[in-house]
């Protein structure tokens, strides 16, 4: 059913795919408001509608308006009408229905490669809306699986390929150049490589970004670069894109949280890389790089939504009960008594290589707080993992008490398997989890009580 709607806005709608770039920007800035939720006429750009002939609405481009689809196009427009469109589609990713059809395979590509960029202004509101896409279980399966090229939207051509095509077949070199040639050649195609891992990489890089990613703060940059009109120095921006990222990507933690709800996202974190997303090695013996290890050092980080959804993509990764050996390093050495035969045993039945992970510290430091382990005897403080040992007095306890109670979740999950009691046990928990019970005034702390029985 069509929802009847002024002739004034219809004709906003069709300039949104005009030539003129100013055009598109002043139809949009009109527009960005109806995609509030509750609006009384959202339904604007959500729905298809005829015009005052009766017939379909065109846009300026003579094809039928959809926009939704001019929408997703204007997200890599000039920066403030992109700023005005991923706005919009935020808001509107809170209808399911919506969200399908904005997440097809074309433009979730778009933003996984937006977002790897260093360069991408708007890379914060790309992930918040990646971050509301992926709550629905479908579209997350659809990321998961997706793979994308490895080479930057800004890539030039290489050295050695403009050598190769300039080549001279009579030079004595001829062969030596033109294989060079191919080899550019192959790397300007690109390996493909998972969605997830470009996004980790953002992710890591963007842990390094100064400032806010505010809406505010993100429509200032946007201004500023439009403000910017000489293309020499666009060009020079674009040639300085992998020395410095602009955004802090902080919303991809909660990316991370919603691939985890998915099994195969679970088990995804805990396999090791694709050999095209590890760093390049000849060694026989190189580490093998676990994603899970990439978001582990962020449970402590200033960032509310990046530690946040840090906590909550371990926790889910926790439920995955075959992967608890993998993230959970015994004790460093084990006694005669009957708690360390007991983990002996645990560890005999594991059936995984040995691995550099220990999800333990990166679990009980934010639990902890420097006074009160000051207060603990020096040898119950050596049991605990060393960087939970002789904290600072100034050290705090994490504020949030959700994310406290997903920490103790996530202790309870290793509960559940022979290894991670035993493991837990042995390296000091109880002393910390005892500690925090002891002043917890959430008294939603059922988890913190049973915890400690």
Not at 43 to 52: I, P, R
Not at 156 to 173: E, F, R, T, V, Y
Not at 268 to 286: E, H, I, Q, R
Request: glycine residues 4%.
């Amino acid at each position: 059913m069509l929802t009847p709607h002024s002739p004034a806005h219809l004709e906003l709608l069709t300039f949104l795919s005009d030539e003129s770039a100013a055009a598109r920007q002043v139809a949009l800035q009109n527009l960005v408001g109806f995609s509030s939720a509750g609006h009384a006429s959202r339904s604007l750009l959500t729905e298809k509608h005829k015009g005052l002939d009766g017939k379909p609405l065109k846009g300026r481009d003579g094809e039928e308006c959809d926009t939704i689809e001019d929408l997703k196009r204007l997200c890599a427009d000039q920066p403030i009408t992109a700023h005005d469109a991923f706005s919009a589609l935020i808001n509107l990713s809170d209808s399911l229905l919506v969200a399908r059809r904005i997440a097809d395979d074309d433009f979730l590509v778009f933003l996984v490669r937006y977002i790897a960029e260093p360069i991408s202004l708007l890379a914060d509101l790309a992930s918040m809306l990646l971050s509301n896409l992926t709550k629905l279980e479908s579209i997350g399966a659809r990321l998961l699986a997706l793979r994308v090229s490895n080479i930057s939207l800004h890539a030039q051509p290489a050295d050695s390929l403009l050598a190769g095509i300039d080549a001279d077949p009579s030079s004595a070199s001829y062969e030596a150049e033109r294989a060079a040639a191919l080899l550019a050649a192959e790397e300007m195609r690109g390996q493909s490589v998972p969605a997830l891992a470009r996004l980790l990489d953002a992710f890591e890089q963007g842990a390094m970004v100064k400032g806010n990613s505010g809406i505010e703060e993100i429509r200032k940059r946007a201004l500023a670069a439009q403000q910017v009109g000489d293309e020499a120095e666009q060009q020079s921006n674009r040639q300085e894109a992998k020395k410095e990222r602009k955004s802090n990507c902080h919303f991809l933690s909660s990316v991370f949280a919603n691939i985890t709800v998915i099994p195969a996202g679970r088990q995804w974190f805990v396999s090791p890389l694709d050999s095209a997303c590890a760093a390049a090695s000849s060694s026989a013996d190189a580490a093998v790089e676990y994603p899970v290890a990439r978001i582990m050092p962020y449970t402590e980080h200033p960032d509310l939504i990046r530690r946040g959804g840090a906590i909550s993509a371990l926790k889910n990764i926790l439920f995955l009960k075959s992967s608890h050996k993998l993230l959970l390093a015994p004790p460093p050495s084990l006694g005669d008594d009957d708690s360390s035969t007991l983990l002996a045993g645990a560890l005999r039945a594991t059936t995984r290589p040995p691995s550099p992970l220990d999800i333990l510290p990166h679990l009980l430091l934010p639990l902890c707080e420097g006074l009160e382990l000051a207060a603990v005897d020096l040898d119950e403080q050596e049991a605990l993992p060393e960087a939970c040992q002789m904290l600072s007095e100034d050290k705090v306890r994490e504020r949030d008490p959700a994310l406290r109670a997903m920490l103790v979740e996530s202790l309870l999950l290793l509960c559940t398997t022979l290894y991670g009691r035993q493991v837990l046990r042995s390296r000091g928990v109880y002393v910390v989890v005892r500690a925090m019970h002891l002043k917890e005034d959430q008294e939603k702390s059922s988890v913190i009580s049973a915890a400690m029985h």
